[in-house]
């Protein structure tokens, strides 16, 4: 055998090989981002048990949540009921914008980053109202597109609080964040 015959045939088998790598990289990679996104759907959902397994647990917020966002007895809440009101919207937003961020990064699938978007803007007036932060621009911009497709239908509940607001003003100046809802 020739040393020209020898070097091609290694060529073409290191070839091979460096082609069978690639093939067999992008496999792996396939599996890690199913195992990845798995994961992650699942930390998601069990941080959603977790928030309203506490939630269940603790009768005075849960009664308090119930009469403001459930029956609209708005009026039966003091502005500290507000404020914790407040800071479980400001919860709620952060995982609806955490899903957003994902959704952008190919992490999460249209239909949970539908739903959020809906949840996200079914809260919008009681977002506004409460002044929680807007911690990214881009989501605020989101939620307001949202509002204005032909499918968004507000809740009976959100259009209450939203004639409920004219005659009430917010108690809270949106002072403790540089970008608020409003």
Same mark, same amino acid.
């Given at each position: $055998?020739?040393?020209?015959?020898?070097?091609?045939?290694?060529? #073409?088998? +290191?070839? %091979? #090989?460096?082609?069978? +790598?690639?093939? %067999?990289?992008? *496999?792996?990679? @396939?599996?890690?981002?199913?195992?990845? !996104?798995?994961?992650? @759907?699942?930390?998601?959902?069990?941080?959603?048990?977790?928030?309203?397994?506490?939630?269940?647990?603790? @009768?005075?917020?849960?009664? $308090?949540?119930?009469?403001?966002?459930?029956? +609209?007895?708005?009026?039966?809440?003091?502005?500290?009921?507000?404020?914790?009101?407040? !800071?479980?919207?400001?919860?709620?937003?952060? @995982?609806?914008?955490?899903?957003?961020?994902?959704?952008?990064?190919?992490?999460?699938?249209?239909?949970?980053?539908?739903?959020?978007? #809906? $949840?996200?803007?079914?809260?919008?007036?009681?977002?506004?109202? !409460?002044?929680?932060?807007?911690?990214?621009?881009?989501?605020? *911009?989101?939620?307001? #597109?949202?509002?204005?497709?032909?499918? %968004?239908?507000?809740?009976?509940?959100? $259009?209450? %609080?939203?004639?409920?607001?004219?005659?009430?003003?917010?108690?809270?100046? +949106?002072?403790?964040?540089?970008?608020?809802?409003?």
């Amino acid at each position: $055998m020739k040393h020209s015959t020898i070097l091609t045939i290694t060529t #073409a088998c +290191g070839n %091979f #090989a460096v082609l069978a +790598g690639l093939v %067999f990289l992008i *496999v792996e990679l @396939r599996q890690n981002s199913t195992i990845a !996104l798995s994961q992650i @759907r699942q930390e998601r959902t069990l941080s959603i048990i977790n928030e309203y397994a506490m939630f269940a647990q603790n @009768r005075q917020f849960t009664s $308090m949540l119930h009469k403001a966002l459930e029956d +609209g007895d708005f009026d039966s809440l003091s502005k500290d009921d507000w404020n914790q009101v407040r !800071l479980y919207e400001t919860a709620r937003m952060v @995982r609806l914008e955490d899903v957003f961020f994902q959704y952008h990064n190919g992490l999460i699938d249209d239909s949970a980053y539908d739903f959020s978007l #809906a $949840m996200a803007a079914s809260r919008l007036p009681f977002w506004k109202w !409460l002044k929680v932060a807007a911690i990214n621009p881009d989501f605020k *911009v989101a939620v307001d #597109a949202f509002t204005q497709r032909s499918d %968004f239908k507000k809740a009976v509940l959100t $259009m209450e %609080f939203s004639e409920w607001t004219k005659e009430n003003p917010s108690p809270f100046r +949106g002072i403790w964040a540089p970008s608020v809802y409003e």
